[in-house]
Structures are given as C-alpha cells and as structure tokens.
C-alpha cells in the first residue's frame, strides 16, 4: 500500500487509536487479513470468523512487525479501533484509488471472470504497471484488500467482482468506482440464490450503471440480456463478440490438435492473429472481452494480439493441462462449476481428445436451487453427444443426476459410471487409464475434485487423496 500515518488512516475509517503513542509512524507494508502474510510495516485486518477471530492474533502480529491492527476493539497493541471492519477497510480502499488516480477496470459475468481478468492483466501489464485481482477474490474483502496492492507506479487497476445477491456489485463500485466496466455474460450460476437469469442479468447489470458519461461499458453483443444492458448505463457502449456488429470480433476461429484457439482478430483501429495459449474454444470470448477493454486503454491491434497469444493461466485450477511421463493428460479445471462453464469444459475436451480416449469426472454444480436435477441430467447428455469416451460421475444424489443423463442419453452402459467419493475415482481411473488417454477433472469448489487431478499427477502411493 502507499505509505499513510496511522493518523490518517483513522482519520479516513473513521477510527480511534489505541495504544498508539505516536501516530506519526507510517504504514508502509501490505494490509493483510491472514496473520501469516504480515510483514514488517503492515497494517493487519482483524475480522471476527465462525471459527477464527483475527483479534486473537493482535499480539502476534504486532510482534512480526506490523505497524498496527484494524481492529473492532482494543486489543493491548497498537491498533485502529471501529464499528465496522469491514466498512473500515472498504472505506481505506477508496481513498487510496482516489488518491492515485489509477485507472480502474472492473469486470463481472456468470462465467468467465476469472480466466477472462487474468487476460485483461496480461495485456495491460505489457504496456504499463498493472494491479489486479490474485484468483478469485472478488468479494467485500478481497476487493479492497486487492485495491490496496496498488502503489504511485501502478497505472492500470484490474477487478473482478462478484455477486451473490441484487445490490452486492453496487456495493463494490461504491468502493472502487471503475471507468471502464465489462460484463461477459448472464447464466445460471448462484441461480438458486438469485432465483432466475432475469434476477443475475440486474445484479450484473449495477456494474454498467456506476459508470461516469465519460466511461465505457464494455458488453457481450452475444448475449442478449448483456446486451441489454446498454440502456441501463451513460457511458459510451462498446460491443464485443462473434456478432457482425460488435465493435471487437474474431473471424475464422478453429482449434488447434492441442483445442487451443486461433483466430483474426478485428478491432476499430485494426486486424492481428491470435494463438491463444489457453485451452477451449471459449477463451475467445474472454479474449475478444480483454482485446475491447485495451483497445479502449489506446493498445493497437498488433499490440493486443501478441499480448494474447502470449497470456497464460495466472489462476490455479482453471483449465490446467499437464501430460504424465506415460502419455495421459490431466485437465484439472476443478476450482469451481456452473452449467456454463461445465459445457464449456467438456467442449474442450472434446476438441483435445481428437484421436484419443477422453475421460470427464464430473461432480456437484452447487447453487443451482430447483434447476439442479435439469442442469445435471442436461450436462450428462452432453457428454455423449460430445463422444466423450467415459463419464465418471463423483458423489451423492448430484452425481446420479449426472450419470443417468448420460445413460438416458446414449444408453451408455459401462461407458457411464457413478462412483461415491474422489478416492474411488481414483482407484478406478488407475486401473483403466492408457497412454495417450485425456481427463478432465471438474465440479463445484465445494467437492473438491482437484484432489483427483492432484492424486492421478502424483503418481505411485503418493497418489492417495489426502484427506480434506
């Protein structure tokens, strides 16, 4: 973080200090939540948990050379006392991007927001200092724990936000007001706790409506309730997709042997090819989203496009490929699932395994409410008009949902399977791999699928599933 006195950070929460002597003393580390993270100079951000309470670890912290703790009472060590942590730290956020000046962009969809800001911020950075959100923390505490990574050399600040309610994405553009907003899509992730698309497409939507007149809403010309959207804000409006009238599109797409994209890239300022180093044909989308966004920072066509064909994946567990000593691949894409994003998985295996025996372990679409049982049984059938070689469904009453689709579908048989945990997966995947054979490793991040991907990449007795 920038360096603040002690002083002026209570002055901007709103706090009082506490066993703080002199306030003069500055701030000069990051501000961090987990005590592990705390380095010489920091400010800790104690939240009370179910099962942790940050102020238990004031002591300590201190002791590792914090300068203070944001704290919701005293402590006995120097600290910033408040009513809200919280708000205390969203309200610290936004002075400092104020402060700066940074240039924000902020981007929200049901799919696709993570793969789709690392992209933004492989781009950006080739052209100038760039901060943006590490994973997937987009919510009321990594949003601004994000913003807060920002320094006077950062010119581009990169932030993925999250909604799980109506008024949630409000919240945080009040925190960090963007200029330039991008929303990829409108599907059924969290559908259960939104209770339908038209409930997400307003949520969404809170982004484009904070936009200053001089901003720019970056929107999918794809999607027709993004699309919507356009009359919703009073920036400019710039379209991005395969439509005809998007401002950016891509033309003559295919997949490589490896289901890597390669496209032409057209912009207002000109044409570049792309080879994308992701994986599905899917990442076009996303990079067709990023290829807008730097096209309206002032990045030239040839520009974007060298950046796109050199961006990798900065996240874990997205789509990660990785071919064993014997020949298998492993695509561990198990950090979360939605309807969506499964279909767009199980595309790409399908394009990866051309030739090869294709392998899908599937578990739990979580927050689906009562389209679970559809969605399920929907993706199931998928997997055999993709010819994917065998469904390895993982788990309860989910799981069956998902094999009797695939059953239903092509009548399967021993080419469709419903195993109890990832142990079992496993086990089974170890007796009937064979070189050359491709598997994919997907469901909700509550399941905990990557185990499967980590087990079957570990190899020998290592491979156990370690016990959550």
Known sequence: MIALSLAEIAAVVGGQTHDIPDPAPQVTGPVVRDSREVEPGSLFVAFAGERVDGHDFAREVVDAGAAAVLASRPVGVPAIVVDDVQKALGAL???VVERLGV???ALTGSAGKTSTKDLIAQVLRSKAPTVFTPGSLNNEIGLPLTALTATEETKYLVLEMGARGI???RYLTDLTPPKIGLVLNVGTAHIGEFGGREQIAQAKGELVESLPEDGTAVLNADDPLVRAMASRTKARVVLFGESGEADVRAENVRLTDLGQPVFRLHTPSGC???????YGEHHVSNALAAAAVAHELGMSADEIARALSEAGSLSRW??????RPDGVTVVNDAYNANPESMRAALRALAAMGRGRRTWAVLGQMAELGDEALAEHDAIGRLAVRLNVSKLVAVGGREASWLQLGAYNEGSWGEESVHVSDAQ???DLLRSELRPG?????????SVGLERVAQALLAGGAEGEVAAR
Do not use: N
Not at 318 to 323: D, G, L, N, P, Q
């Open 93 to 95: 956020a936004r002075h």
């Open 103 to 105: 240039t924000l962009v």
């Open 167 to 169: 008024g949630h994405i």
């Open 272 to 278: 570049g090819d792309v080879t994308m180093r992701l």
């Open 318 to 323: 997205r789509m990660e490929v990785t071919e």
């Open 424 to 426: 079992a997966a496993v």
């Open 437 to 445: 054979d491709v598997v994919l490793v997907k469901a909700s991040r």
